[in-house]
């Protein structure tokens, strides 16, 4: 009688955005410390010099700029490793799982603009503004996850984080379509070229990290300079990076995309994340009265965000999977879902970034774009949080 010899397992590298996420509870305490002292600043006798120094020029960026398009590139950096790695070794290896974020993306992008539109149809003037409420802020999502530790599945965070991405690129591609008036086509192709030469280096199976990092640089300014969104670069970097698992064999540990994802995390979790919550939390609300906070752009952004993402993100999730399109992040229940849907309308910067776009021309509706971004963000991180405690708290059994 032959026995059949045990199957070798080999274990599964921990990546580093996965214990970021799975035990980041500092981090997000931080992120969500960084975000109330804006707002302190913001809104008291430093608010003039916050605002001063944020909009300083630093070369031929402000240093809000310097925050939102250099040092969140890396941030993006960091979630594109964690993505591939997904898509190529974890939790996103089947075309279900891949669908889900994708669907739920998609709703969570349609039904906020419609809410908006719906708020907004008798002031013509103000229906621009559409896309507001259509972007998730990964950074502040990911945070109020972060302080619910191990009470919510990991495999949720990592859903969380692939949603956003495609809901944040969703939105550059929006704003590239209806409110970039001035692409750099020559910049694009650019792009392109270096995008190419490091596709190229990935194929011949070049391991060392530098070439990699000096061309993303390079991409990294030529897409700043195309007109699209410079966190894009970080992505696209990303999936450039070496990861090569082999059947039954998990990519290794030592691989060049696990070495820059532990050499990031640190760095992102306490630096990046918690100095971009400070520069873009700090909405000054003095002199603000009932006409603004009843306003068609403020109602239609705050119920966007908080109502339609909601509505499209569960949605999207809730038809996928009845649908048999994909399958619920394991180990998570509806209630996780519902939570997580929620922390979706979360806005902050790429709906203030939208906004401003938006509303280049009639800076009046700035204060209300601005209201309604925090108003719909802080009613959706709050019932977002209750909704995933009470879940971690309620049986399986019950849901």
Known sequence: MTTTPPVRRF?????ALRTLLSSSAGGGIVLMASAVLALVVANGPLGEAYAHVLHAEIGPLSLLHWINDGL?????????????????DG???????????????LGGMVAPA??????????????????????TDIAFALGVLALLGSRAPVSLKIFLTALAILDDLGAVLII?????ADLSWPMLGLAAGILAMLVTLNRVGLRRLGPY?????ALWLVVLRSGLHATVAGVLLALTIPCRPSPGRPDDAGSPLHCLEHALQPFVAYAIVPIFGFANAGVSVKGLGLD???????????????????????????????TGLAKKPAGATWRHVYGVALLCGIGFTMSLFIGALAFAARPEFEAETKLGVLAGSLLSSLAGALVLSSAARRAPAHE
Do not use: H
């Open 114 to 135: 419609l809410v908006y539109v719906a708020f907004n149809l008798s002031t013509p003037e103000t229906l621009r503004g559409w896309a507001i409420p259509a972007a």
């Open 91 to 105: 939790g996103l290896r089947t075309w279900p799982d891949r669908a889900l974020p994708g669907i739920a993306a």
């Open 11 to 15: 274990p599964r590298p921990l990546s």
């Open 176 to 180: 590239a379509v209806f409110y970039t």
């Open 213 to 217: 990092l000096i061309l993303g640089a």
């Open 72 to 88: 969140m590139a890396v941030f993006f950096l960091l979630v594109g490793l964690e993505i591939k790695r997904e898509f190529l």
């Open 292 to 322: 603004t906070l009843l306003a068609p752009v403020t109602l239609g952004v705050a119920a966007g965000l908080f109502v339609g993402k909601q509505i499209g993100v569960f949605g999207g999730i809730w038809l996928a999977v009845k």
